[in-house]
C-alpha cells in the first residue's frame, strides 16, 4: 500500500464525464504526475459505489504510472454513491443497489469507458479494466462481451451463472478467486475453474484461506500475505500486456 503523502505529490485527480444513449455518468481519474504517455486502468467498484477504497485504488494505480479510471456503476439508481462496509445502514443499501442492477447495461457503460478511455488527453490507446465483487463480475462480462486489451478480475461474485461465457474471452484475463469466499461457494468455484480451463487465455490463481473481498483496503477481510500476492500478480500482468 503507497503512503498517501507520497501519492499528493506523484499524482494528480480528476473527473471525466461519460455519455451513453440514455444519460451520463462521472468517472474518478487518477493521473501520474509527470508522464506524457500513459495506459489507462478502469477501476470497477464494489456494491459501495466509488468510494474511498476504490479511489485508493485508482490512486495507487496512478502512482505506478497509469491513468486510472473509475466509472460510478449505479449512476441511474444513486449517482455519486459512496458507502463504507463499517456502516451497517450502508450493506443493506449496497446491496439493494446490487440486486437492482442491470449487468447488460453495465457491460455497456463500461465498454463506453472503454471506448472514451482510449482517445482521453495522455492515454496511450492501451486499456485494462479490473474490478472488485461486482466490478470482477463486470471485469469478467466485460472481458466476454466487449473488448479491452487486458482484464483482472477479484472474486467476481455470481460468476459461476456465467460461466459459460468463458469460451468468448478473446484478451487476457487473470481472476483471482478467495477458496473461502462466502459469496462463491465450493460448486460454483469448481464450475468457474472448469470452465476457465478451456480457455488459455484466462489465468486463474485461488488464495486459501481467504474470504471474499481479501484485496479491499482497509477491509474486514483484508489478508496482508494474500492481497500483495495477487496485486503483484496484477502488477505484473498489466506490465506485460498494456
Given at each position: 500500500?503507497?503512503?498517501?503523502?507520497?501519492?499528493?505529490?506523484?499524482?494528480?485527480?480528476?473527473?471525466?464525464?461519460?455519455?451513453?444513449?440514455?444519460?451520463?455518468?462521472?468517472?474518478?481519474?487518477?493521473?501520474?504526475?509527470?508522464?506524457?504517455?500513459?495506459?489507462?486502468i478502469i477501476v470497477l467498484q464494489e456494491i459501495f459505489?466509488?468510494?474511498?477504497?476504490?479511489?485508493?485504488?485508482?490512486?495507487?494505480?496512478?502512482?505506478?504510472?497509469?491513468?486510472?479510471?473509475?466509472?460510478?456503476?449505479?449512476?441511474?439508481?444513486?449517482?455519486?454513491?459512496?458507502?463504507?462496509?463499517?456502516?451497517?445502514?450502508?450493506?443493506?443499501?449496497?446491496?439493494?443497489?446490487?440486486?437492482?442492477?442491470?449487468?447488460?447495461?453495465?457491460?455497456?457503460?463500461?465498454?463506453?469507458?472503454?471506448?472514451?478511455?482510449?482517445?482521453?488527453?495522455?492515454?496511450?490507446?492501451?486499456?485494462?479494466?479490473?474490478?472488485?465483487?461486482?466490478?470482477?463480475?463486470?471485469?469478467?462480462?466485460?472481458?466476454?462481451?466487449?473488448d479491452a486489451d487486458a482484464f483482472v478480475a477479484y472474486?467476481?461474485?455470481?460468476?459461476?451463472?456465467?460461466?459459460?461465457?468463458?469460451?468468448?474471452?478473446?484478451?487476457?484475463?487473470?481472476?483471482?478467486?478467495?477458496?473461502?469466499?462466502?459469496?462463491?461457494?465450493?460448486?460454483?468455484?469448481?464450475?468457474?475453474?472448469?470452465?476457465?480451463?478451456?480457455?488459455?487465455?484466462?489465468?486463474?490463481y485461488g488464495y486459501p484461506g481467504c474470504n471474499h473481498?481479501?484485496?479491499?483496503?482497509?477491509?474486514?477481510?483484508?489478508?496482508?500475505?494474500?492481497?500483495?500476492?495477487?496485486?503483484?500478480?496484477?502488477?505484473?500482468?498489466?506490465?506485460?500486456?498494456?
Amino acid at each position: 500500500m503507497i503512503k498517501s503523502d507520497y501519492l499528493k505529490e506523484h499524482i494528480m485527480t480528476d473527473t471525466l464525464t461519460i455519455d451513453v444513449a440514455d444519460g451520463s455518468f462521472n468517472c474518478y481519474v487518477a493521473r501520474p504526475r509527470g508522464v506524457a504517455l500513459a495506459p489507462v486502468i478502469i477501476v470497477l467498484q464494489e456494491i459501495f459505489g466509488v468510494n474511498a477504497g476504490i479511489r485508493q485504488i485508482a490512486d495507487e494505480y496512478a502512482a505506478q504510472g497509469y491513468i486510472a479510471v473509475a466509472p460510478d456503476l449505479f449512476w441511474r439508481a444513486d449517482p455519486g454513491l459512496s458507502l463504507s462496509e463499517q456502516q451497517p445502514g450502508d450493506w443493506a443499501r449496497g446491496f439493494a443497489l446490487y440486486s437492482a442492477y442491470d449487468r447488460q447495461q453495465g457491460v455497456g457503460d463500461i465498454a463506453a469507458t472503454v471506448r472514451t478511455a482510449r482517445t482521453i488527453a495522455g492515454a496511450s490507446g492501451k486499456v485494462g479494466v479490473t474490478g472488485y465483487c461486482l466490478g470482477g463480475l463486470m471485469t469478467y462480462l466485460t472481458a466476454a462481451r466487449t473488448d479491452a486489451d487486458a482484464f483482472v478480475a477479484y472474486y467476481g461474485g455470481a460468476t459461476e451463472d456465467y460461466a459459460q461465457e468463458a469460451g468468448n474471452v478473446g484478451m487476457p484475463l487473470l481472476y483471482h478467486l478467495a477458496e473461502q469466499d462466502e459469496y462463491i461457494g465450493t460448486e460454483a468455484q469448481r464450475a468457474i475453474r472448469n470452465a476457465f480451463a478451456t480457455n488459455p487465455l484466462i489465468e486463474l490463481y485461488g488464495y486459501p484461506g481467504c474470504n471474499h473481498a481479501f484485496a479491499r483496503p482497509n477491509g474486514s477481510h483484508y489478508d496482508p500475505v494474500a492481497a500483495p500476492l495477487a496485486n503483484a500478480r496484477t502488477a505484473a500482468f498489466f506490465k506485460q500486456y498494456l
